[in-house]
């Protein structure tokens, strides 16, 4: 796992059955793209999150392919219909082949 990536999540913790709710996620990630050269020349190697997914109840809610332009700490918000109490499960994926998750639950009140 890439040192000093985090996650952060952030999802009510109740909405109304079939609500629409907003999400907001945010990685800490250099995001590296692979075309530039360090101070003796080298290129530095790509490293990037290359692909986010969410579900809910093991339901895709939205699934993100991300390419080398994406930029430094990738945060996304979006919009979700909560049609019951669950789990969003978030997972990010690296060029290392590192999976970072994170799982939020959320309640019907």
Not at 54 to 79: H, L
């Amino acid at each position: 796992m890439a040192e000093g990536v985090t996650p952060r999540v952030k999802v009510p913790k109740s909405a109304s059955a079939g609500e629409v709710i907003t999400i907001k996620t945010l990685i800490s990630h250099q995001m590296e793209s692979g075309q530039r050269k360090d101070d003796d020349g080298n290129v530095i190697p790509r490293s990037i999150i290359n692909r986010f997914t969410c579900e809910f109840n093991g339901e895709n809610v939205i699934d993100i392919k991300m390419e080398p332009a994406m930029s430094t700490n990738p945060y996304f918000e979006f919009d979700a219909t909560v049609p019951e109490a669950g789990d969003f499960k978030f997972t990010w994926y690296d060029d290392d082949g590192s999976v970072y998750e994170e799982t939020k639950s959320i309640t019907i009140g």
